[in-house]
Structure formats: C-alpha cells, structure tokens
C-alpha cells in the first residue's frame, strides 16, 4: 500500500541534505506489507469510485492521505449534525449551530496534520510537468530507480483517469486537450509500458494525427520531444545560451532584456533549457524512440520540414500567440546557431550556465525552485558528468514532487504547499477561537513555523547570481526549497502574530522578535517603486519584455509584476507588526502602507473587483483587496473602495446563497459564473472580504445566506468535498490547493 512519508530521516541515503533533518519534506512510498486487508480494499473503492466519474469530477479528494489519518479522525470523534433543510432555510442562522460546524471541522482539520506540524496534500493540476521529469529521467538511463513497477501503474492510472472525453490530455486537470498535454501524456503512457494498441494510447494517438502530429506544438514541448530524440532540434526555435554573457546594465538598453531580469521562474527554467540546447542534449536512439518517431506523426518522420515547423503551434495551444518581432529574433538566432555551435564563445555560455545551475541546487538543496527546472536541472547535471555527486542528489530528491491520490500518481507544481497551508491553517484556526481544543494542534503548528523560517541569505555574491535576499523571510513549502517569497513571509508573520494571542503554555514558545524583524526587512525590500509588491523579487524590467514571451500558453511570465494579493499580505503583515512593535522602523513602515494603498486603490477594477492572479479570480484577488483596505482603516460605511467591492461581491452571489467561480474567468479575465452548486472556496473567499470592510454589520443577510451554503456543503466526518480546481499560475494552467 502506499504510505505518505513525512519527514522522514534521510534513510541512509547520503545525497539527501538538508538544513533542518528534513521537516516538511514529504513523499509517497510503497510498502506492500503496509496497511489492513480493510484499507487497502478502501482504497481501491476510492479508485473505483473516482474513475467512475473521471469525466464529471477531475480534482482528487486526496482519499489515500486521509485513509492514512484514519484513526486519528476516528479518535476526533467528530459528527456533524446538520439542520435538515438549511439551504432552504431564510433569516439568520443559528450560532449554536455555527459553532458546532466550526468544531468539527476544526477537529477533522487537526487530525489531517502531520506529525512534524504542516498539513499535506494534493499539489496537482498541471499535466506538462511529469512529463519533463520522465523524459529526464528515461534519458538518463534512471527511470527505474524512481519509478518502480507499482510507481508506473499510479502513472498509468493518473492517465487513465484524466484523459478527455475526445482521446486529448489538457494543460491541467480541468482543461480542454491540448497538443502540449497530448503529445507529452502519450511519449509518458509508451515510457511508463503502455503498448501502442491500448486503447488510451490509440485514442491519444487519433487526436493527434487528427491535427496533422506533434510538431503542431508549444516551443517547451518541442524542447522535451527534441530531448527525447522523437523531434529534431532544428524544429527548436533558438535557446541561445548566450544571452546570459549579455551586460545587465539597464543603461546599454540591451540589459533590460539580460534574463537575470527575469521573473525567477522563467528565468530558472530557460537557464538549463538554454544549457541542454546549446549541448543539443539528446537521449540515445532506443527502438522505444524510433516507435515514437513512427507513432507521434500522420506523415514520414524523414520528409518533415523543421525549419518551418519551429514556428508551428495547434489551435487549441495558443494563449499567447508570438508577435511577429519575435518570429524575426528567432530567425536571425537560428541563422547564428551555425556560428556559434563548437565556439569559444559557446563554450563560456555553457559554462556560465552550468555555474549557475550549481548554484540554483546547492541553494535549494537539490529541490530547486520549481518543477520545470528540477526536471531540467537533473537533466543538464547528467550531461555535464552522469556519474556527478550532483546527479546524484537530484535523484534523491525526486520523490519531493511526486504524489499519489486516488486518481494515480502525479508530478506536483511545487515540492508541496506546506508553508503556505500552515499560514493559513494557523490564522483560520485560531479565528476559531477554539484555541483549548485544539492547542496541541497549534503547538506543533508554531513548531513548524519555527523550524522553517529561512536564517540565511544564500551563498554570497547575491548579485552574481541574480538573487534577492533572504534571510528572515519564509518560503512556500520546506526552509531546504528556501527561495524567500513576499507572501509566505507575510502570511507566516501574521500567523505567528496570531499564535501570539494564545498563552504560550498551550501553544509553545514565540519566535524571537530580531527573527520578526529580520522577516520585516525583506517584506520592506520587496517594495517596487510603484507602490506595489511582486513575488520572489523586486520587477527588474519592463513589460514589454513580455513580446519576447516565447512560451505559446503562458502570458506575464517574463518579469516579476505587482500583484493585489503580494500587495495586501505583505502591507497586512507590516500593520500586524506595527501594532506589536511601534517603534521599529515605524517611519519607513508608514510610508510603504501609505504608498501600498494608493497602488492598491490605483489597481481596482471600474467594477469594484480586483484580478487575482493566483487563485480562482476575482473572487481571489477581491479578497485580498478588502483585506488590506481593512487593515489599513477602510470600510463599508468610510470608503467608496470597500463599497464599490462589496457591490461586486452581492452581485455575484448565487440562488443556493454561496459564490462560485470559474477557472474561465483567468484566462478570459471577465468573471465567469461555474455551472451547478457554487464553491465552498470562493463562498468563503467573498463571505470573509464582506465581514472584512464591515458589510455584515450593514446587512448580514446575504452573509447568513452563504453560511447556510457552506454548512450545507460540510461533510458529516467534518470535512468539505473538494470541488473544482482553485488555484492558477500565469492565467492559462490551473493548480490545486487542496486545503483551501
Ligand atoms: C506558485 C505557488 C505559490 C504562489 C503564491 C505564493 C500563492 C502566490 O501568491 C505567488 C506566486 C506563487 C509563488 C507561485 C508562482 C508560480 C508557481 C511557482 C506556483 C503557482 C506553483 C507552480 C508555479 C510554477 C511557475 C510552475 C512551473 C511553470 C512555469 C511556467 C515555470
């Protein structure tokens, strides 16, 4: 049976480091003996049940995690007893009964947490990530050594489960096919032994052929199918390694384009692409790969034009078509290829690249920042030497992205959310007021918090290396990830500051105040000149940047971009913090607040809406929004910003009294109603940004209304039923987050 690991000792393997004996790390391992003839029989009717309705229901409930805590949820003897006919119900609701839901999910909630204090969970959505990781991996000759037989099975499963009605595999979990998620889901069925003839490789095969073969495709799938060796390089629009020997300098002009500008994400992706194809790195020719050849096009492998297929992208790809100034950059860098292949100049890119590649691991001991450059950065290690200590620690990591649920096994978008579920997980628990129930719980919270705050900037030059600061801040998941971003520092402080309300006998002891502080002095340093606060660093260029945007189904990923919620938690965190310490750096903390409203207020919508860019949209980024209003002293009743919000909110509250967003309205940005019964995630969303500006004390009707929904929606063990995907990156490719 399969076991999440929490944790866990590095288990002998010496290629595993880590700063803090691994707290927060967290994977997926299967032990046969593991587990009762009663569990594993549960398990497989979770399985039964979810490809039952694959078609309807795409996000997992995480059941093989919470069959793990089963007996902790036992022994929490919680039962929900609902009003029967409470949607149907008008007027206020009953706080007696209120408070009874919030004390059984309260106590579910604590039963799901892990041991080392963080909640796990389900981290899926995308589906182009896995790919990049096998692909790597099969390269690598090293599949095998992370992918056992029952590993391939949950892969094949995972599949299964999520191919689309019409034989496509989407972008994410939830969205239309595409030759992206096709093409990549196919070569990974045929890796992982899917035979040709299954009925799912057939139908996979038949979309493709359907729209004339794979080389219809984004630029990063063609990167990973030129990798594979079932797409030539010549078909790969230019990742020219030298644009990292570019100068900086914003005053060349050119500087401004140098990738050390570049949002960190991008930036750490393109750096080891540029790496492999200025290698021409490419897995040896396996009769898997001459099949592949053959399966993957409509037409002979031999004829295809690849000059005229870099520039190729099937319909159903393209978020962000490229302008043509960028077709005509990629013509005169192919032309150059022929130059710069084998030269002097070749050679210091590629060690410039390679330097920088150690970096990124070393930093983040071997997790790196995301899945895209950890699949690629494993890759460029083995490469450069297979038989490095370097690839090495990157296998041992490997397990960190992967998870299991019921629909199968999967590539995650992050090594986990464990810091930023903890953040939230502390602030909502302790709102509960039900801090002597669930002390325990909160005790082993704090001690999470404290075990992973980051302490230190990464290795000095920083500048060399293109890095912000960090020490002080926390990251998003584990302190070994560590790359600092402004939120999770934000939301950690305000959680600590919440924790801080409790007696230290029930909850632990607090993190000492220099530590604060130094978390205080990177959310300052976060501050753009705009008023406004990106993610992982200051924005260092311009949006115009965003023409050379090369990735067809991504837009905004080329600079780091203020955004409402980095905005409002870390302007949130910093009042937070004045109120406990008013006398430290009080002159520079007012004027940051100050200038942040104006940004805030200067990026509302006409409507009284704001954009969320990382969660499910404006019910998201409303949120946000009226929080920091909140904060900073706004309200129903003093401002015309909080009003206009709030009309927004009422607006878009539905019949069965909760709100439901969907996914559609990031990529479209205009709000898009979901079908069907509203979402227990935007419903709270839109019910906290009301009772933020002090709506309820205006009308609580419409927020008794949506009480009504999410009590009606809870489940009878105390827990709410996952519904459609939540969470969003780069406005195309959706993400869960299953503790929302
Ligand atoms: C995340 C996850 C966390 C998220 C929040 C902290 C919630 C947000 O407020 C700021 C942005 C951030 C840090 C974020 C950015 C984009 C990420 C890293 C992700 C959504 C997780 C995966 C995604 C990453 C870019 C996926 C790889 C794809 C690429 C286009 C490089």
């Known amino acids: 049976m399969w076991r999440l690991v929490t944790a866990g000792d590095s288990g002998g393997n010496p290629y595993l480091i880590s700063l803090n004996n691994n707290v927060g790390r967290q994977y997926w391992e299967f032990d046969p003996k593991a587990g009762t003839p009663e569990e594993r029989a549960r398990a497989e009717e979770f399985r039964k049940r979810f490809t039952e309705n694959r078609h309807a229901r795409h996000h997992s ?6 069959l793990q805590a089963a007996d902790k949820i036992k022994a929490a003897g919680v039962r929900v007893s609902k009003d029967a006919g409470i949607l149907e119900a008008q007027g ?10 919030i004390l059984c999910g309260s106590k579910y909630y604590a039963a799901l ?17 896995l790919p990049g990781l096998v692909i790597a991996l099969y390269t690598a000759g090293a599949l095998d050594r992370i992918f056992g037989p029952e590993a391939k099975a949950e892969v094949l499963r ?20 595409t030759m992206f998620g096709t093409s990549l889901g196919y070569c990974v069925m045929r890796i992982m032994g899917a035979d040709r003839d299954d009925k799912i490789v057939a139908a996979a095969r038949k979309w493709i052929h359907d729209r004339g073969g794979i080389q219809h495709n984004t630029s990063w799938a063609k990167f990973w199918l030129a990798v594979l060796g079932v797409y030539s390089w010549d078909g790969v629009n230019p990742l020219t390694p030298e644009m990292w020997l570019l100068p900086y300098a914003s005053w060349t002009g050119i500087g401004l384009l140098h990738p050390g500008r570049m949002w960190c994400h991008c930036r750490m992706v393109y750096l080891p692409m540029s790496y492999v194809y200025g290698v021409r790195g490419t897995c040896k020719e396996t009769d898997l790969v001459r099949q592949l050849r053959e399966e993957l096009y409509p037409v002979a492998y031999d004829g295809i034009d690849w000059n005229g297929a870099r520039n190729l992208c099937a319909k159903e790809d393209l978020y962000y078509p490229h302008p043509l100034i960028q ?17 002097s100049l070749r050679k210091k890119a590629l060690k410039e690249t390679l330097k920088l590649i150690h970096y990124e691991d070393d930093s983040t001991r071997y997790v790196d920042i995301g899945p895209v450059n950890k699949a690629l950065n494993l890759l460029a290690c083995w490469f450069e030497d297979p038989d490095s200590v370097a690839f090495k620690r990157h296998l041992a990591r490997v397990p960190d992205y992967l998870w299991v649920a019921e629909d199968g096994m999967k590539m995650q978008g992050y090594n986990g959310s464990q810091l930023w579920d903890t953040a939230f997980s502390v602030q909502a628990l302790v709102a509960t007021g039900l801090g002597q129930e669930i002390g325990g719980c909160l005790k082993l919270a704090n001690q999470y918090l404290e075990q992973t705050q980051v302490r230190e900037d990464p290795a000095p030059p920083l500048e060399e290396f293109y890095r912000h600061i960090s020490k002080g801040a926390w990251a998003f998941s584990t302190k070994d990830h560590g790359w600092p971003i402004a939120d999770c520092a934000s939301e950690a402080l305000k959680a600590v500051f919440a924790l801080g309300t409790l007696p230290e006998k029930l909850v632990g002891p607090p993190i000492p105040d220099d530590r604060l502080f130094d978390c205080v002095n990177v959310i300052l340093s976060y501050q753009n000149p705009s008023g406004g606060w990106a993610t992982y660093e200051n924005t260092r260029s311009y949006s115009f940047v965003e023409l050379f945007n090369p990735a067809e189904t991504f837009s905004n990923i080329m600079i ?7 905005s409002s938690s870390s302007m949130t965190a910093l009042c937070e913090f004045r109120k406990k310490y008013p006398n430290h750096r009080a002159k520079e903390i007012d004027t940051a607040l100050a200038r942040g409203k104006k940004f805030i207020q200067s990026i509302q919508r006409n409507d009284g809406s704001w954009y969320g860019s990382w969660g499910v949209c404006f019910t998201y980024g409303t949120w946000f929004g009226c929080e920091a209003l909140s904060e900073l002293g706004e309200s129903y009743s003093t401002s015309d910003s909080a009003r206009k919000a709030c009309t927004f909110l009422l607006e878009k509250q539905r019949k069965d009294g909760g709100w439901g967003e969907s996914y559609k309205s990031c990529q479209d940005r205009v709000y898009s109603q979901l079908e069907g019964l509203s979402h227990v995630v935007n419903t709270a969303w839109a019910m906290m940004s009301l009772m933020a500006v002090g709506y ?4 609580p009707l419409p927020l008794h209304a949506g009480a009504r929904f999410l009590m009606s929606m809870q489940e009878e063990n105390g827990d709410w039923p996952q519904q459609h995907i939540s969470g969003v990156f780069n406005k195309n490719c959706m993400i869960s987050y299953s503790q929302y």
């Open 61 to 66: 409930a995480d059941e093989l995690l919470r």
């Open 92 to 101: 206020p609701v009953a706080a007696s009964q209120v408070e009874h839901q």
């Open 113 to 129: 947490q892990q041991h080392d204090g963080h909640w796990a969970g389900d981290y899926g959505g995308p589906q182009f990530l």
């Open 158 to 177: 995972y599949h299964m489960n999520h191919q689309n009605e019409d034989g496509g595999f989407g972008l994410h979990i939830e969205g239309h096919s």
């Open 327 to 343: 077709d005509v950059l990629w013509w005169f860098l192919y032309k150059c290829e022929y130059l710069l292949m084998g030269s």
């Open 560 to 566: 780091d971009y203020d955004y409402v919620e980095l």
């Open 696 to 699: 309820h004390k205006v009308d």
